[in-house]
């Protein structure tokens, strides 16, 4: 079984992002932004507010995710990027 890890990080809070969101590394600035054009390299596991004071939150860095708990499209492109940072997205199983 693949431990998740988490932990505390500086974030942008020019606007507001919500819980699942896809985060990228922002070297200039020194934070996590949603992920755009560079390399995923987490998922936010909490909302933030705009202008949201400390600037930190709870970002996952490695093990398993559900597809329902990602904001946004998730496809292959996305799934093989996370999984080379060590993020595994999967589909959740409902058994009846």
């Known amino acids: 079984m693949i ?3 988490e932990t505390l990080v500086p ?6 992002m919500s ?7 922002d070297s200039t ?3 996590y932004k949603p992920y755009s054009a560079g390399t995923p390299a987490g998922i936010l596991m909490e909302d933030v507010s705009s ?7 709870k970002v996952l860095f490695a093990g398993i995710v559900y597809e ?4 946004g499209t998730v496809t292959e492109d996305l799934k ?4 080379q940072v060590g993020i595994f997205i999967e589909k959740r199983e409902t058994i009846l």
């Open 3 to 5: 431990e998740r890890y």
């Open 11 to 16: 974030v942008d809070v020019t606007s507001s």
């Open 19 to 25: 819980k699942g969101t896809v985060l990228e590394y």
């Open 29 to 31: 600035n020194h934070y």
């Open 51 to 57: 202008g949201q004071d400390p600037a930190m939150a």
């Open 68 to 71: 329902d708990e990602i904001s």
């Open 80 to 83: 093989a990027a996370l999984r």
